[in-house]
């Protein structure tokens, strides 16, 4: 009976509630600057984005609403679906070849090598390179006349002339695949680095005892322990890729014919290049359930390999 009264004395105590009134005021202070930026850079955006996708604005012009039309004319027409298509392929491509080139650039720089600080350190230089300006660069390399890519498969005799990749839809689907891929990779190679860095050895020294080859280990040591960071990679990876705008923009602008649009091409050049503001908000907003979805799923799947591994 004693040990209740002091309970509930402790609980009661004179000041108690106004002591947890000013932490719980203290933890709204500091969390508010944060949700206001979100609110302000994120929340608010997305609301004039959701406006304007239900109305008929144009450049200059407020337009009037019209519920989900906007949506219903991209139901019906062929580019939107063939950027549809297009951004499914992109994405699932580059964010493959970055998977695959990432873990085996992670899987070699944890090996002992020599100068490995700075390989590195060298291995992020396509990521924080200005992505406009290396773009550019990429862009000069595919140019039919001055083609650095064309001349070196010609001498080295894979190919009898010059290839236009920026005029042919595969060419030009391949070049903007190999330079997101390019650019991507490093974010791959880093995040699993560190993956790998945090498996304790013991347990490769145990498998090693039992018999394991280096497969085995991979396959049973390895890719479990990195699975929840590899899945939490793509995921970001994903989202990243499928909204990507510069490397489309810059070296095809959606050409040739419309070929190489994604959904953020799209919406630049029918919401501010033709001035349908409406139409450009809609196609924005097109991805946007099907994203949440994703994400929804796959941390999920991230959830499970976690508890797994654990």
């Not at 580059?94 to 992670?106: E, I, M, P, R």
């Not at 396509?126 to 039919?144: E, H, N, Q, V």
């Not at 070049?175 to 680095?193: D, E």
């Not at 070929?259 to 501010?272: D, E, N, P, S």
Request: glycine share 10%; aromatic share 12%; net charge positive.
């Amino acid at each position: 009976m004693s040990t209740k009264v002091a309970l509930a004395r402790r609980v009661f105590r004179p000041g108690g509630s106004l002591q947890a009134s000013r932490e719980a005021l203290a933890g709204y202070a500091m969390v508010g600057p944060a949700v206001i930026l979100l609110v302000g850079l994120v929340g608010v955006p997305i609301l004039m984005a959701v406006h304007l996708s239900l109305t008929s604005a144009q450049v200059a012009r407020p337009g009037m609403f019209i519920g989900l039309g906007n949506f219903v004319a991209l139901w019906r027409d062929d580019v939107f679906w063939e950027t549809f298509w297009n951004s499914l392929v992109f994405t699932g491509a580059a964010v493959s070849l970055k998977t695959v080139l990432g873990l085996a650039a992670a899987l070699l720089l944890h090996q002992p090598l020599v100068g490995r600080h700075i390989y590195r350190g060298l291995i992020l230089l396509p990521w924080i390179i200005p992505t406009a300006f290396s773009t550019l660069g990429w862009w000069w390399m595919f140019d039919p006349l001055y083609s650095v890519i064309n001349w070196t498969l010609v001498r080295l005799g894979v190919i009898s002339r010059g290839l236009p990749w920026m005029a042919d839809p595969v060419l030009a689907k391949s070049a903007v695949v190999m330079v997101n891929t390019w650019r991507g990779f490093p974010f791959f190679a880093v995040g699993l680095l560190a993956g790998l860095v945090a498996i304790p050895k013991e347990l490769y020294e145990a498998a090693q005892v039992d018999g394991a080859g280096v497969v085995a280990r991979f396959r049973f040591v390895t890719l479990p322990l990195l699975a929840p960071v590899l899945l939490t990679i793509m995921l970001f990876s994903t989202i990243m890729t499928i909204s990507d705008f510069n490397i489309v923009y810059v070296l095809t602008r959606g050409g040739p014919m419309n070929t190489t649009h994604v959904f953020a091409t799209l919406a630049y050049q029918v919401g501010l290049a033709s001035g349908e503001l409406g139409r450009g908000a809609a196609i924005s907003l097109f991805i946007f359930p099907v994203m949440l979805v994703g994400v929804f799923l796959l941390l999920r799947v991230v959830r499970r390999t976690e508890v797994a591994a654990t």
